[in-house]
């Protein structure tokens, strides 16, 4: 081994270090760390901040307004990408810092990889408090950044150059692996950053995380296959390590050898195209008929790459036949093992293609295929009728807006959404045409996700269309990223939804007991509630005043037409339409579980606390 070193400052050595390692599955390779936001401040600017300057032509930088937005476009890029590409993102110590918090949990909870680093106090404590240290009187080495702790999957702070070596490839080994990748943080001291060090040459050689497909094992697969062909009602519930393994045309083949159905939940939705005659849509509270009937009788059900969040299984409350067993394909043990299934830890595409082969010969019966197929067309009329707008001069609902999206999209366009009533409306309804068009973040539905997630879904897909849908609730948490967009010439498309407020927990708050407290964007009126006019913010001209190009619609018409305008256009463009609050959308075909209040004055609480109780009784634990 070669003792040649090179002296390099700490985050010199950190951004070549990265600047040389990548990913390869399949015989295809990517690199793994393909460029860093940053915002800078005290904390960063002469350490990290020097480094990207010096290593310009090997580290792209991008300039991010907020920090948890640049995590968030760090994690759309990644998601695009199917985690084998991941961005980096840096950021001054203190409030900085601290707001890399919430975009953490977000990439850990959905497990997509993003570093982030964060600088941090002197190591030294020659300059002791600094500008922005949390002081804490009994653990002096606590910093805000162990807030970031419970949130990432890799955390280290990097006291003493040596140090860097074991901790930069242990950040490096989680976040390309599938089973353990989310975020990584390396608290990075501010002094320890500027710190000269001989750096052995070896360091900077180009290297290679193989991402593995691990195959199922013998005994685990054999047990599948038993209770496969034991079943009668098997059903599948798609997630999102479909999408990531890219097993996708593996889930297909082995619907179509089988015959077994397949629901999706939001992270998986697309793992089939929507007229394949065994995609079932959605499941669990945000699902169709088809799917939560199905899921009702099913005698197995067979997760692949599902994590089953309350949200799947209607809070428990959904698989209720009375000897329902779980068949559980993932990548992770953790996920495998839920709702006592039987498990194949393996990852998605190897597992469906083993156990398809090994269950050569097998398919439901015909009377099975015939009742979904039904199902499914008696639900394909429930989504025209959502879509059907009869009057093209009338002021559209939101149902109609997805209509209208849904005839402008190509089959490779990207839709964004996370949070308020959207992601129900488009789970029940959007008809995906590809694997990547569905782009829905529900693992931490995080409002502010949409914009700063396009631009990193653009950035790792440029010649593809990306839409980012929001309403005007989640507009106002953060649509700064807006100047980013511009400034990096995306041609991001914002549909900007207006209903003066928050439209989804207004309709959850009603159905709590909670009587829209607190929900609706109005004027406060003279008995103190938020009941007065609507307030006159004008959300079309705030994005306009960030760089975009704006289309108001207010007719079904107009709204059509700008869309076409929209996809079109080669520039930042935002379609704004307010729509009718009337509902059109299709009731939650499953129950959610938000506790109600034991005892209340109020009637509206009273009535909620007694459907509640009728509901969860309902819930099973699966043993």
Known sequence: MSTTTVRLTVAQALVRFLSAQYTERDGVRHRLIAGTWGIFGHGNVAGIGQALVEYA???????????????????????????????????????GATNLVTGAALATVNRLPVLLLPGDYFA???????????????????????????????????????????????????LADPAETGAVTLALPQDVQAEAYDWPEEFFAERIWRVRRPAPDPVELAEAVRAVRAAERPLIVAGGGVHHSEAENALKAFVDATGIPAASTQAGKGSLRHDHPADLGGIGHTGTAVADDLARTADLVIGVGTRYTDF??????????????????????????????????????????????????????????????????????????????????????????????????????????????????????????SPRQYHLEYGYSCMGYEIPAGIGVQQAAPDTVVWSLVGDGTYLMMPTEIVTAVQEGLPLKLVLIQNHGYASIGGLSESVGGERFGTAYRYRAADGTFSGPPLPVDLAANAASLGMDVLRAKTVRELREALGTARASDRA??????????????????????????????????????????QVAGRRRHL
């Open 57 to 95: 032509d090997d580290m792209p930088y991008h300039q991010g307004r907020n920090e948890q937005s640049m995590v968030h476009a760090a994690v759309g890029y990644a998601r695009q990408l199917n985690r084998l590409s991941a961005q980096a993102v840096t950021t001054s110590i203190g409030p």
């Open 124 to 174: 030294t404590r020659s300059a002791d408090p600094l500008l922005q240290q949390l002081e804490h009187p009994v653990e002096a080495d606590v910093s805000v950044n162990d807030t970031l702790r419970p949130v990432s999957r890799y955390f280290d702070r990097v006291t003493r150059p040596e140090a860097l070596v074991p901790s930069a490839l242990n950040a490096m080994r989680v």
């Open 312 to 433: 799947t299984t209607a809070s428990g409350t959904l698989f209720q036949h009375p000897g329902v067993r779980f068949l559980n394909l993932n990548i992770t043990a953790f996920d495998a093992h839920k709702l006592a299934a039987r498990t194949v830890v393996a990852d998605a595409r190897a597992a469906l293609e083993a156990l398809g082969e090994a269950l050569a010969g097998y398919r439901v019966a015909p009377a099975y295929v015939d009742a979904y197929r039904a199902g499914k067309e008696r639900w394909e009329q429930v989504v025209e009728a959502a879509y059907r707008a009869d009057a093209e001069d009338a002021v559209p609902t939101q149902t109609q807006v997805l209509g209208a999206l849904d005839a402008v999209v190509g089959d490779d366009d990207v839709v964004i959404n996370a949070a308020g009533s959207l992601p129900g409306d488009l789970h029940k309804l959007w008809r995906a045409r």
């Open 573 to 614: 463009t935002c379609v704004y339409v307010e729509t009718d609050p009337s509902p059109t959308a299709p009731p939650a075909e499953a129950w959610w579980d938000v506790p109600v209040a034991g005892t209340a004055s109020r009637e509206a609480a009273v009535r909620a606390r007694e459907n509640y109780e009728v």
